[in-house]
Every structure is written in structure tokens, then in C-alpha cells.
């Protein structure tokens, strides 16, 4: 993520108020692009369902079948996502680039097949037609390919490419399901449709910037096998982060509160919606982490380890810790600060625009976006804290921190909802989330109070190979 | 009584001057004990003995200087020292004279392995706090890396178990007498050190011609060998040496003079002082009696013989050992066959050498280092002047030492120069009369002043002098 945070950290720099506009709204399309998108295509569809005359019950499935198939292919691709990424950052270190695209083929064919199979199961469950249970499988399959290009599309520095790839993908499935209306009328499978041509475009248009940037090799497609068992650990971080932050919704559709829209789809509309909402408030401390503390602080990283790997004497090595962890702790509190200031804002104006939409009416959803707010705002910034710590490649941390969340909030959500009031649903995500900032920052402080000794002292006794092995001394 | 005899990378797993002198100490005292406690660089040689061990050898307790390199990283070990405990192992840290009876208290007494140390914060505080105060401009990671390879052996033995004996007795400084401190230490039995080189001598000459270590760090490995050597000088109740000048060299890097003593080497002189002299046949036979080593500078050996072919075509030249490193080994015999050398025999190690003896008119030994050669010795008993380089006790042996009339034994050359040592071996091959007349000189030295019951009985009685 560096790559993109210090080319749009030179357009913040440029003095027009219209670059840093641009470079905000760049930021925020890179890093929460591919859920926003999301988002809006559920949005686009259900309203232009309502408009073709679909009930509200046929609108609310196929919320429920977009929603769904974007949380399973944000968990299943989440198992691998990390532990490519690291792939990935080491072929750039080492300058392979010729080993990048392989190896997004290759996890293609590691998710892909396994994913289709279990997706499928669960769709035949609710009997659908062919149609509709193919184009189902196929939207799945697309956002299993768009959340793993993501992780590629982050070293691509074409920023203007990547929105447009968005732009491309939401007018080709408005134009599609305008033709499809045409020939068809409101048919049920139409809108699956269209969200399946705009899901497509957006993946062929990655892969053509992916193309542009990285050698292409066919060699090597599955070397980066070895890095899930060695980044093992990684891959259950990326799992459990994505259990923390979308288990409660889950439990949401199995709760009290949850609609039977169709065959095995469930969903809690009056949750849902303020969670996505909710979402929204991450975005403020992932723009600047990626924007501002991930460049500032990644050239006092570098200059920290490059004085530990080069001959600097101890009292620059201290020095330039000191520099470190001092521009870290700011931009920490700089972003927990802004993240304060922006959940106050959403929670003041969110919640007047949820009575103006008509939910304001209903107690409970104000409840769930007020707790869901603060919860994903204490999200964001427990992610930031955990996102440092894994410069520091503090894995055993960040997993002790991420068993914790995804922890806190399935138990604390299962024991609201089956226990609690309606309108206390949202805490257990806030419980979890709370917890969550709670160990990582102190797993951040610990780390980082002795880091000398956690980067060098902890490491094994290395073992010298043999052709290095100094020469044993001669005996008389 | 039982004595724990330590060694370090020489018995029983190679043979060579060392081994040799102590297979016959322990064969020649059957009536006493021996524990063995032994240092190896690779566990892959593991009970890989050459020598069959002797009936009086109790048991064998091996160490291996890899063996921590596996230790598995601890989790978050904990150390707990006493101020002053922590004071001086800073002064270990830095090769400095530091107590080691508290160091080994200290870390016998820990419920971490002792090698844990250098993966724990209390270790790092005390590494920082060194580079902070005393190695301020010293480059941080190079400097805790080598640390650490440097005290990995010393910590992984203040944890050894010893075997128990009455003395417990070094053969060299070093991790041998690193080993043998600690075992004193926690026994309270009295420790002896004999040296048959001078270990710290020996390994500062390595440090400063190597290239694996960087120059900035070449006087702290070599004031680290030092310090191992000062751990055992200074605790030793008797400090033996092979001659006059290795022990004088003893006494000037700290060990007490009044508790220095030379025992000389012993050979079985009624053994090769059989050996009958050469029927002529038109070939002067050179003899060498040794492994295929580096430090045996058997290529030097081959240039010379070379030289002496070029003004002397009828010499024949006998290398006698067993291939100790196959690698310079191959690359002597390709050397041979490169300087077209065709009078050049290389038939291996040799069992009956009084008998193989008889087929020679003189030895040599070319080697870059020695203590008290025992092949020269041998040499001399089998009635053979030799031709050796002046290094460690050579020139003693071929010239005499004080006191001792019966003349020169040979010729003493410049190590490392095959001109030198070729005009050396030419001044013999031309005279078959001091060939005779200096072989009898050393085969009297041998049997006044080297011959093995005394030496033994020397060692009995320093045994029961100090037990």
C-alpha cells in the first residue's frame, strides 16, 4: 500500500485545493473502493428493482444475494489475501516482477474451485432456477477475483485507472439492466445479471492494469504456495480480521430481527443498512494510515532498519528509533483524533439523515448505527495499531489482537441478540471492536518499548551453513 | 583414583601429536582411571573415535560446538543476576579478566538454558548499555551478532554436566579449559592444564591471517582466547608445557610462574631404537610422518623436494599419514603429478613405523606450527637426523638445549620456504657421513631425555602430587 500512499501523498502536497480534493477522493477509492462499490451496486440495484416494479420482498432476496455473495468471497479470499500480499511486496523487494501476475493466477486456482463448490452447496439449498443459481455462483465467483486483485491493484500506482475501472463497472451494469429491461421486462434474473456485467468489467479492467504495470511471466503460478504455510499465520489474521468485522452481521440474519427473503437467504434490513453506513466510518483513518502515517513513518522505518543493517553505531540506531516511533505515536494520535471528529460528524448528521429517510422512526435502527459507528471508528483505529504492528512483523500479536476482536464480538454479539434487547444489538460489535483497540494498542506499546530486543534478540540462534562455516582451528 | 582428562578437537577423534601422546598417557596408567570429556566442533562426529579407547576410560562425555546453534528460540527466557553478577559478565562481554566463579554460579542457578541469555531483554540491556557506554562507535548488529556466535559455546557449557573424578585435567586452554574451570568450579576438585601449543598464540596467528573475520573484530576474538586462557591460568594448581619456551611463553601471557613445570614429551624408545640402519641401494629415502593437513605444509614440503630432484635426482620422498583433510590431500597428490614428481610415495598412515624406518636415511617436517613433534622424536630414536622448520620446539630437538652436549640432530630451515628447506635436505643428501653421525646425536638425546616411562612417571606423580 506505500506505493499508492506516496504518489497520492504528492498530490496533497500541491498547493490547489482541487489536488487535494482529488487526492482524498482518490485514496478513498483505492482502499475502500472494492466494498463501496459493493455497496453501491446493492443500492443501484434494489432501487432500480423498486422502479420496474419488483416487490419488496424480491427487492430484499436480491439485496440478500449481492450482500451475500460479497461477505463469503471477502472470507474465503481473506484465508490467503495476506499471506499473497507478503508474496507479492517480497517479488517487488527482490524486484521479481516477473513472478506477480503467476501468482494471482495461481490463487485464483487455489480459492476459485474450492470456493464454487462450497457457494454452490449453499445455493442449492435454496432451490432457485438455473438461471438465477449460475448467476448467483458467477457474481461470487467475480468478487472472489475483484478482493484478490485488490491486494495487486494497491502496488499499481494508476489511481486515475483503478476509478475508472469503478466508474466503468457501475455504468456497465446501469446499461446493461437497461437493455435487459428492454427485451426481458423485470424478470427476476436481469438484475443479477447486470451486477454480474458490471462485476466482469471491473475485473477485466483490473487485469489490463495489472497487465500494464507487471512483467508477465507464465512460469511460477503457484510459488507462492510456500508463503501459506511459512505466513500461516497471516492467513488466519486475514480470516479473523474479516470474522470481527462482519460476524455480527451474520448473526444479525439468524437473530430476532432477521427476514426470510428466499430459500437459504436471511437477512436484518433494519441492521444492515446502518452497517454498511456504519462502514463508512473507517474510511477517514484508512485514508490517512494510507495517505500520511504509512509514508511519513515508512521513511523513518527505513531509516531505522537501514541503520540496524548497515554499520551505524548504537547511538544512531537509537537515534533513529526514537524518530520512528515518535512520528508513529503522532500520526496514531493525529488519525484517532480525526477518526473522533468524524464519528461525532456521523453520528450527528447520520442520524438526522436516517429520520429523514424514514428510519428514524424505528429506535432500534438508530441505536444500531450509533453503536455500529462508534464500533467500526474503534475498528478502524485498532486496524491501524495492528496495520503498524505488522510493519514490525509483529504477527503474534496481531493475531492474539484479531482472536480477540473476532472473539469479543461473536460472543458478545450471540449473547445480545439471543439474551439482549433489540436495541442493544449493535454493542457486541462495539464490545468486540472496543477490545480489540484495547490489545492492540498494548501490544504496540509493549513491542515497540524494547525493539532492539524483538528484532534482533528474539530471532533464533541462526544456523550457518555449512559452506560458511568458519574454518575449525588446526591442532597440532 | 580417576582423572577426567578434557580435550578439545583432538582425542580420540583424529589422529595426530595430541592424540597420540594422550592414547599412550592412558594406556601407560592403567592403574588409574580416566574420564574423558571432549569438545568437537561437529556432533556429526559423535562417538566417531579413531583410537580404540583403552580399558582404564571409564565413560566419554562429548561436546559439540553446533549443538546450541539448534537450540529453538525460548519463549521470553528471564535471567536474574545480582549486580555484581551482572558486572562481570559485561566483563565477559568484553573479553575482559572477569570472575568466572560467579559467571558460572550465575547461570547454573537459571531455569533457562544458558544459551537462552542471548535471546533475552536482560542480555540485550546489557549489550546496549556496552555499545551505549564503552563501544560507542562500534556497528550495532555487526557487533551483537558476533557477540552472540561468540558466546553461544561459553554459555552452552557453563551449563555442562561433568563426570566426576578427583582432578579434572586440561589438555589445551580454550573451551577445553573453559570446560575444565567449570568443572573444577562446581566439583571443588583441583584442575591441571598441559599445553602441547600455546592455544592462544595459535589462534591470535589464525585470527590475524583469516578473511572470515572482519578486521574490526579480529583483537576482540583474539582477546577472547586470551580471556579463556587467563580463566585457566589463573585456577590451575599445576601448568605443564612440553619445553622451556613454551612455558616461558605461558608465564608471559599471565599463567604464575611458580606453578609452571615442563614435562616433556615420551616416546618408546626401545620400540623404534630397533629399527636397523638402511642397506644402501643409490636412493637417499626422506621420511615424513605426518597427516595430510594444512598445518603440516605438506605442499611446501612437495617444492621442496622438488628442488632437491632438480640437484639430486636419486631421493625418493615417503609421506606417511592418513588423509585428516581429504580436500588438501587430493590437492598434494595433484601437485605431485603436476611437478612430474615420480619418486614421490604416499602409501597412508603406517602401523609398524620402527619397521618402515629401516627404509629411511632421514625425516622432515615442514609444518607452519608444532609443540614437541613426537614424529621427530621417534625420528631421532630410530636413529634418523631430520630436517625440520624452525617452529615451536624444532630447533630444541635438532640443536639441543642447554645442558645437553651431544650435538645437532639435523638442520632447522625457515617455514614456508621451500629453497630454505631444500638446500637444508641437499646438505644431507650429500653426506651420508653426518646423515649417520647426526642420527646417532638424536637417537642419544632421545634416549636421555625423551623416553616415555619417564614421562609417565612424571605425570603419575603430579597426579598424586595434586589429588
Redesign the interface.
Known amino acids: 500500500m506505500a506505493g499508492i500512499g506516496f504518489e497520492l501523498n504528492k498530490l496533497f502536497k500541491e498547493k490547489s485545493f482541487s489536488a487535494k480534493v482529488r487526492a482524498l477522493g482518490y485514496s478513498g477509492i483505492v482502499v475502500a473502493g472494492p466494498l463501496v462499490l459493493g455497496i453501491a451496486f446493492v443500492f443501484m440495484v434494489t432501487f432500480m428493482a423498486g422502479k420496474y416494479g419488483l416487490s419488496l420482498t424480491d427487492r430484499m432476496l436480491l439485496s440478500a444475494m449481492i450482500t451475500y455473495a460479497i461477505m463469503a468471497s471477502l472470507f474465503l479470499t481473506g484465508t490467503i489475501s495476506l499471506p499473497v500480499t507478503r508474496y507479492v511486496s517480497d517479488c517487488l523487494y527482490k524486484e521479481e516482477d516477473e513472478n506477480v501476475i503467476p501468482s494471482l493466477y495461481g490463487s485464483l486456482a487455489v480459492i476459485l474451485p474450492p470456493g464454487a463448490v462450497l457457494y454452490l452447496i449453499f445455493l442449492l439449498q435454496s432451490k432457485f432456477s438455473f438461471t438465477v443459481t449460475l448467476l448467483n455462483l458467477m457474481l461470487f465467483l467475480l468478487l472472489c477475483c475483484i478482493w484478490l486483485q485488490t491486494g495487486y491493484l494497491s502496488a499499481v500506482k494508476d489511481y486515475r485507472g483503478i476509478m475508472l475501472s469503478y466508474v466503468i463497472a457501475i455504468g456497465a451494469a446501469f446499461l446493461t439492466l437497461l437493455l435487459l429491461h428492454l427485451f426481458f421486462g423485470a424478470a427476476y434474473w436481469i438484475f443479477l445479471m447486470s451486477c454480474v456485467v458490471g462485476y466482469g468489467c471491473q475485473v477485466l479492467f483490473a487485469f489490463s492494469l495489472i497487465y500494464d504495470f507487471f512483467d508477465s511471466d507464465e512460469k511460477g503460478a503457484f510459488a507462492f504456495l510456500p508463503y501459506l504455510k511459512k505466513y500461516f499465520s497471516l492467513s488466519l489474521i486475514g480470516t479473523l480480521s474479516n470474522i470481527g468485522s462482519f460476524s455480527h452481521i451474520l448473526l444479525a440474519w439468524r437473530s430476532r430481527i432477521s427476514v426470510h427473503v428466499g430459500g437459504a437467504f436471511y437477512t436484518s434490513p433494519y441492521y444492515d443498512v446502518p452497517a454498511f453506513y456504519a462502514y463508512l466510518a473507517t474510511l477517514v483513518t484508512t485514508i490517512f494510515f494510507v495517505t500520511r502515517a504509512e509514508t511519513a513513518f515508512f521513511e523513518k522505518y527505513s531509516a531505522y532498519f537501514g541503520a540496524l543493517n548497515s554499520a551505524a553505531p548504537y547511538y544512531f540506531v537509537k537515534e533513529k528509533r526514537e524518530q520512528m516511533l515518535t512520528v508513529m505515536w503522532a500520526d496514531i494520535l493525529q488519525a484517532a483524533v480525526l477518526q473522533v471528529l468524524t464519528t461525532a460528524g456521523m453520528l450527528s448528521i447520520g442520524v438526522i439523515l436516517f429520520e429523514r429517510a424514514g428510519f428514524g422512526i424505528l429506535v432500534q435502527i438508530r441505536s444500531y448505527f450509533i453503536s455500529l459507528t462508534l464500533g467500526y471508528s474503534m475498528y478502524a483505529t485498532a486496524n491501524m495499531l495492528t496495520l503498524f504492528s505488522m510493519y514490525f512483523a509483529d504477527y503474534k500479536s496481531v493475531l492474539i489482537d484479531d482472536s480477540i476482536f473476532a472473539g469479543g464480538v461473536i460472543v458478545s454479539t450471540a449473547l445480545i441478540m439471543t439474551y439482549g434487547p433489540l436495541r442493544l444489538f449493535g454493542l457486541g460489535f462495539c464490545l468486540g471492536a472496543f477490545f480489540y483497540l484495547l490489545v492492540s494498542y498494548i501490544n504496540l506499546r509493549v513491542y515497540t518499548a524494547n525493539l532492539e530486543y524483538e528484532v534482533l534478540a528474539k530471532k533464533p540462534l541462526c544456523r550457518i551453513r555449512k559452506e560458511e562455516a568458519p574454518a575449525c582451528p588446526e591442532k597440532t | 583414583m580417576r582423572i577426567c582428562l578434557v580435550f578439545e578437537?583432538?582425542y580420540p577423534y583424529?589422529f595426530?601429536?595430541?592424540s597420540s601422546w594422550a592414547h599412550q598417557l592412558i594406556s601407560a596408567l592403567p592403574d588409574i582411571e580416566f574420564s574423558l570429556l571432549l569438545i568437537g566442533?561437529k556432533k556429526e562426529k559423535r562417538g566417531q573415535f579413531v583410537y580404540e579407547l583403552p580399558a582404564n576410560v571409564i565413560e566419554t562425555y562429548e561436546y559439540f560446538l553446533?549443538e546450541?546453534?539448534?537450540?529453538?528460540?525460548s519463549s521470553r527466557p528471564r535471567f536474574s543476576f545480582s549486580p555484581e553478577e551482572t558486572e562481570e559478565i559485561r566483563k565477559m562481554l568484553l573479553c575482559r579478566d572477569c570472575n568466572f566463579d560467579l559467571i558460572i554460579n550465575a547461570f547454573r542457578r537459571q531455569k533457562y538454558p544458558a544459551?537462552a541469555f542471548?535471546?533475552?531483554?536482560e542480555?540485550?540491556a546489557m549489550f546496549?548499555g556496552i555499545?551505549?557506554d564503552t563501544?560507542?562507535?562500534?556497528?550495532?548488529?555487526?557487533t551483537?551478532y558476533m557477540e552472540?556466535s561468540m558466546m553461544?559455546p561459553v554459555l552452552y557449557l557453563m551449563q555442562a554436566k561433568n563426570p566426576k573424578a578427583d582432578c579434572y585435567h586440561a589438555i589445551s586452554t580454550g573451551y577445553a579449559g573453559l570446560l575444565t574451570v567449570i568443572a573444577g568450579h562446581v566439583t571443588g576438585k583441583p584442575i591441571l592444564l598441559t599445553e602441547?601449543?600455546i592455544y592462544s598464540r595459535?589462534?591470535e596467528e589464525?585470527m590475524i591471517r583469516?578473511d572470515?573475520?572482519s578486521a574490526d573484530y579480529k583483537k576482540h576474538w583474539i582477546d577472547f582466547f586470551y580471556m579463556l586462557s587467563g580463566a585457566i591460568y589463573q585456577r590451575a594448581v599445576k601448568i605443564t608445557s612440553l619445553f622451556a619456551s613454551a612455558s616461558q611463553i605461558q608465564k608471559d601471557i599471565g599463567a604464575p610462574a611458580d606453578r609452571c613445570e615442563v614435562i616433556s614429551n615420551g616416546i618408546d624408545f626401545p620400540k623404534f631404537s630397533t629399527a636397523r640402519a638402511k642397506k644402501p641401494d643409490g636412493f637417499i629415502d626422506i621420511g615424513a610422518a605426518v597427516r595430510f593437513?594444512?598445518?603440516k605444509d605438506i605442499k611446501t614440503m612437495i617444492y621442496a623436494f622438488y628442488e632437491v630432484t632438480q640437484s639430486f635426482p636419486n631421493a625418493r620422498l615417503h609421506i606417511l599419514g592418513p588423509d585428516e583433510d581429504k580436500k588438501y590431500a587430493d590437492e598434494c597428490r595433484e601437485l605431485v603429478r603436476y611437478l612430474g614428481l615420480t619418486n614421490v610415495l604416499m602409501p597412508g598412515r603406517i602401523s609398524d613405523m620402527p619397521a618402515y624406518y629401516e627404509k629411511l636415511d632421514f625425516t622432515i617436517l615442514t609444518?607452519l606450527?608444532?609443540?614437541q613433534?613426537l614424529t621427530l622424536l621417534e625420528s631421532f630414536a630410530a636413529g634418523r637426523p631430520a630436517v625440520a622448520t624452525d617452529v615451536?620446539c624444532c630447533r630444541e630437538l635438532i640443536f639441543g638445549s642447554k645442558g645437553d652436549d651431544f650435538g645437532m640432530a639435523g638442520y632447522i630451515a625457515h617455514p614456508m620456504d621451500a629453497h630454505d628447506i631444500a638446500e637444508k635436505m641437499l646438505l644431507l643428501c650429500n653426506s651420508p657421513e653426518d646423515i649417520k653421525a647426526f642420527g646417532e646425536n638424536g637417537r642419544k638425546r632421545a634416549e636421555k631425555y625423551y623416553q616415555r616411562p619417564d614421562m609417565v612417571e612424571k605425570y603419575r606423580k603430579l597426579y598424586e602430587e595434586v589429588v
Do not use: N
Request: proline share 10%; glycine share 12%; charged share 25%.
Open positions: 578437537g583432538s583424529l595426530g601429536g595430541v566442533p553446533d546450541p546453534l539448534d537450540t529453538k528460540p544459551e542471548l535471546q533475552s531483554r542480555f540485550m546496549s555499545m551505549q563501544l560507542r562507535l562500534a556497528p550495532y548488529s555487526d551483537f552472540r553461544l602441547h601449543g595459535e589462534r589464525e583469516s572470515w573475520v593437513a594444512k598445518i609444518s606450527s608444532e609443540g613433534p615451536g
